[in-house]
């Protein structure tokens, strides 16, 4: 396939080759499947099918040596495909619909750049091909150089038709006048005709026409493999390792200011690592007594004070906490990007330095999570505190890849592609977990004597027979919601009752309006289980009366 970039002026871009046949009837199903699947429907089963079929077209169409199937990325990206497009199947949860976009479009890039090694730069060549796919779509509705030639050929054949067509409309009145049953037959095919073309247009508005539209760019973008190498060429250009830069080696002359432009010349390396040592030798020492007084505060025994404001010691001391750690991070990714690490007279003493200081590091990010753990006893879970030991994750990963940067000299590319893989990883684990469900199973634990229950009924349908299955612990607890303004009110018993199976009931209506194509396996299982205890509706009319 010829390579062109969409961004190219007119006049320079080569011209596109055709369309082949089988690429045509792909992109008409792909973009009719994509109406039929999507159009005014959730994500839910119809994203594992429409990812089925796209994944099935583009794999049809690899040759059986194509370099992609070498491509180890190629085929974690595929995997984290299918995990994501089955988790919204079965969850249909935002982070999993998340996860299969964004797994399904660096697939793609790689399919288009299988030499990629970083996702980020997979994914947008992946957005990119679909720039390049629209720009394809714009040619081939352009009026043709030669237009003048096939309108006089059209005009040639249509000559040649006129006569048949005629013959046929003829004989055609004849039989309806000769035939009733020919007249009778023609009728209703013509009826049924006219009855199909009715419902097609009642259900065309613009915004229909609008995302069909949206189907074909996205159909397009997906199975029209236009090669894109300016990602390819930017990453051609990075190393896994530092090499030594001679040409900005200094002497080890003291600076002299230079009088003609008021400035200093760069700092040669012995300068440069004086100053790193003494500043690793400074913050080392002054988080040691940080750590010191977390270990001894936090690490054994912590137990609240009575009226202790543990809302503010955990939010404001963890985001100060991991700006900390990346200001950190961003220190020594500064001693060490260039011939700092060639320095061999100091190099020993500057590692060693580096390294306490990243593993003090990592005992502040245990600090961290300790307070985010002792914030989730007293209080319970919630999006943000998972969120935050995903966000642990990614940074003791970061911390100990800066490990390897210090002793093996590593990049900061070989940083960037082995962290956005571990964004990738974790991304993929917030995909595949019922995060909902084992947050009201926590909070509504016997020991929580007061509970955010707005929080839980704000939740998705799925988490609804956990509430349901606990309705009968919430007696004697004390109720919670935020009123919107960032205040909490009580919530009555009868009324958190009320709201739950006002919520029950009218997820029984809508999963009985809902076509199968947004079914998931947890509604499925929720509609099972109110099925199976009628039970409800009884203690949802004592509620309302």
Not at 61 to 89: D, E, I
Not at 451 to 478: C, H, K, N, W
């Amino acid at each position: 396939m010829t390579t062109y970039s969409a961004l190219a002026p007119a006049a320079t871009r080569p011209a596109a080759p055709p369309l082949t046949i089988l690429q045509k009837v792909l992109l008409l199903l792909g973009a009719v499947l994509f109406d039929g699947l999507f159009w005014e429907q959730r994500a839910a089963l119809n994203m594992l099918l429409f990812t089925l079929f796209v994944v099935a077209a583009v794999l049809a169409g690899l040759p059986r040596h194509a370099p992609q199937w070498r491509s180890g990325y190629f085929w974690l990206t595929l995997g984290g495909t299918a995990l994501s497009a089955l988790m919204v199947a079965v969850y249909g949860s935002s982070a999993a619909l998340l996860a299969c976009w964004a797994s399904l479009t660096a697939w793609l890039g790689y399919v288009n750049q299988p030499k990629l090694k970083l996702v980020g730069f997979a994914l947008l060549t992946g957005l990119g091909n679909v720039w390049n796919a629209a720009d394809r779509l714009l040619q081939l509705v352009r009026v043709p150089h030669n237009l003048s030639g096939q309108m006089s050929r059209s005009r040639y054949y249509g000559r040649l038709l006129l006569l048949p067509l005629g013959a046929l409309l003829l004989f055609h009145f004849l039989f309806v006048l000769a035939n009733p049953r020919y007249a009778a037959f023609t009728g209703r095919l013509l009826t049924l005709l006219g009855n199909i073309l009715t419902r097609i247009f009642a259900h065309l508005s613009v915004p229909h026409l609008l995302f069909m539209l949206l189907g074909l760019l996205l159909t397009a973008g997906a199975l029209l493999i236009l090669p894109l190498h300016f990602f390819t060429d930017q990453e051609s250009a990075f190393g896994e390792f530092v090499r030594r830069q001679r040409d900005r080696v200094a002497s080890f002359a003291v600076p002299r200011p230079d009088f003609r432009t008021q400035t200093f010349r760069v700092l040669d390396l012995r300068k440069e690592y004086q100053i790193a040592l003494a500043m690793l030798a400074l913050v080392n020492l002054l988080l040691l007594v940080v750590n010191a007084i977390d270990i001894r505060w936090l690490w054994f025994g912590f137990v609240p004070a009575p009226g202790f404001d543990l809302t503010q010691f955990v939010h404001e001391g963890t985001y100060v906490l991991i700006l900390s750690i990346l200001v950190a991070m961003a220190i020594v990714l500064r001693f060490f990007r260039r011939n700092l690490n060639f320095y061999q007279a100091g190099l020993p003493a500057l590692r060693w330095a580096a390294t306490i200081w990243i593993v003090q590091n990592m005992v502040l990010a245990g600090s961290v999570g300790l307070r985010n753990y002792y914030y989730i006893v007293h209080t319970g879970l919630a999006y943000k505190r998972i969120g935050v030991y995903g966000f642990l994750l990614l940074t003791l990963f970061g911390l100990i890849t800066i490990l390897l940067k210090i002793w093996q000299q590593r990049s900061a590319y070989s940083l960037v592609r082995l962290n956005t893989l571990a964004a990738y990883a974790v991304m993929l684990l917030f995909a595949v977990g019922n995060w909902e469900a084992w947050m009201v199973r926590y909070n509504l634990q016997p020991r929580f004597r007061q509970v955010d229950y707005g929080f839980l009924l704000d939740m998705p349908d799925r988490i609804l027979p956990q509430l349901a299955a606990r309705e009968a612990s919430l007696t004697g607890r004390a109720l919670n919601r935020d009123n919107g303004y960032g205040r909490w009110e009580t919530l009555p018993l009868g009324e958190a009752r009320y709201h739950l199976h006002a919520r029950i009931r009218a997820f029984q209506a809508q999963q009985g309006r809902r076509s199968w194509l947004s079914y998931t396996w947890a509604d499925y299982q929720a509609a099972r289980y109110f099925d199976a205890h009628p039970a409800t509706d009884v203690r949802y009319a004592a509620v309302c009366h």
